[in-house]
């Protein structure tokens, strides 16, 4: 992990095309923007992990179908 000092409105690149900037310091709070491409997902880190425990969850369910389940959906069709 890189540890960085900054001040407010000081800045840091990330690959040439992600900029974060600090826009306040209150108290313990850090009010921070970011500027990244549109095809960049960015997320609070505790939202990120809830969409990873759906997406396991979901593989986890997927897998679950058995081969007779998948023979009744054809028979069905």
Do not use: F
Request: hydrophobic share 45%.
């Amino acid at each position: 992990m890189l540890a960085l000092t900054r001040k407010t409105g000081d800045a840091i690149m990330i690959n040439n095309n992600i900029e974060i900037t600090v826009l306040e310091v209150r108290g313990d709070q850090v009010k921070i923007g970011i500027s990244a491409p549109k095809e960049v997902s960015i997320y609070r880190k505790e939202v990120y992990l809830e969409i990873q425990k759906e997406n396991e969850a979901a593989t986890e369910a997927a897998q679950a179908i058995s081969l007779d389940d998948i023979e009744a959906l054809k028979n069905l069709l």
